[in-house]
């Protein structure tokens, strides 16, 4: 059981938007920064989001992320099919002195 | 670059040394973690040492068998784990982050334990 709860899986057509919700807790979310990164199958995760809503250099402007309360979302607009991967939200919990992740969203891209 | 090495299949209560080599970067501006991957699952971090190695931090499942150091003078990052047990198979990546953000923005490419008898 994560820390952090998303949902397993959300799907959507080409073109389409779609967003992936991260649920937390005030000792993590509520209290510091979020982080997405994607995981391409077989592949190591990458970041697209710092900062809450930051984006790395080299990261489309299609990847946007929010954060309120104690709950982030990453959104995806124009979704190609290339989108098609496991999303992952992280943080600092102060409770347990340690990182915490997101059980991962399993994006399709229909 | 993040090279990683030292991955492998290991007995139960076994040991292991898994290392991974920096390039290309100021290895000391920055603090590193190792995060693992079982087969299948999501991911979940491990370790974390600052980029002095002055602060420490361990998951509860590892706390007392693993330990985690690095040498700046050498740009390398290392995890000793120690009474391996099965529920520890995972890919094991170690990943940067730079001390002005709460991020990991580099990974190395994963190494593979494997703990069965």
């Known amino acids: 059981q994560s820390v952090l709860t998303q949902p397993p899986s959300v799907s959507a057509a080409p073109g389409q938007k779609v967003t992936i919700s991260c649920s937390g807790s005030?000792?993590?979310?509520?209290?510091?920064?979020v982080s997405w990164y994607q995981q391409l199958p077989g592949t190591a995760p990458k970041l697209l989001i710092y900062d809450n809503n930051k984006r790395p250099s080299g990261i489309p402007d299609r990847f946007s992320g929010s954060k309120s309360g104690t709950s982030a979302t990453l959104g995806i607009t124009g979704l190609q099919t290339g989108d098609e991967a496991d999303y992952y939200c992280?943080?600092?919990?102060?409770?347990?002195?340690?990182?915490?992740f997101g059980g991962g969203t399993k994006l399709t891209v229909l | 670059q993040l090279v990683q090495s030292g991955g492998g299949l290991v007995k139960p209560g076994g040991s292991l040394r898994l290392s991974c080599a920096a390039s290309?970067?100021?290895?000391?501006?920055?603090?590193m973690s190792w995060i693992r991957q079982a087969p299948g699952k999501g991911l979940e971090w491990v370790s974390y040492?600052?980029?002095?190695?002055?602060?420490?931090y361990y998951a509860d499942s590892v706390k007392g068998r693993f330990s985690i150091s690095r040498d700046n003078a050498k740009n390398s990052l290392y995890l000793q784990m120690n009474s391996l047990r099965a529920e520890d198979t995972a890919v094991y990546y170690c990943?940067?982050?730079?001390?002005?953000?709460?991020?990991?923005?580099?990974w190395g490419q994963g190494t593979l334990v494997s703990v069965s008898s």
């Open positions: 040492i600052s980029s002095s190695g002055t602060t420490i």
């Open positions: 005030s000792s993590n979310i509520g209290n510091d920064y």
């Open positions: 992280v943080t600092w919990d102060s409770s347990l002195s340690g990182w915490v």
């Open positions: 290309g970067f100021i290895f000391s501006d920055y603090y």
């Open positions: 990943a940067r982050g730079e001390s002005s953000i709460l991020a990991f923005d580099f």
